[in-house]
């Protein structure tokens, strides 16, 4: 009898451990698959977001030229600095040939 009453023991509490873990572990497994499908999900359910409207098509390289020779004539670079104030520095290498000092 005693063996019998301990397996029922079991049995119940592992039916209601189990029970309460579904409640717990389900919505996870559920909405973890929802995500995989997030992309296709997300253009099914807000279709407004990928609309493609018709934009105006890029200008041409040739069009960025005249633009920039507008900008700075012939010249084939700006030659003027942003901050006049500063002069502009310069780095030497230090470097030495041979093997380095311990």
């Known amino acids: 009898m005693a063996r019998f009453r301990l397996r029922n023991l079991w049995r119940t509490l592992h039916l209601w451990i189990g029970l309460c873990l579904f409640v717990v572990l ?9 995500l ?3 992309d296709s999900l997300d253009h099914l359910l ?16 040739a069009a960025y030229i005249v633009a ?3 900008a700075f004539g012939d010249r084939p670079y ?3 600095c942003a ?7 310069r780095s030497r290498s230090s470097a030495r040939r041979g093997r380095p000092a311990r």
Request: positive net charge; proline residues 17%.
């Open 26 to 34: 389900a919505p996870l497994g559920l909405s973890g698959s929802l």
């Open 36 to 38: 995989v499908f997030d």
């Open 46 to 61: 807000h279709p407004v977001r990928y609309a493609v409207s018709s934009a105006p098509a890029t200008p041409s390289a």
């Open 68 to 70: 920039a020779r507008a």
């Open 78 to 80: 700006p030659t003027s």
């Open 83 to 89: 901050c006049p104030q500063r002069p502009a520095s």
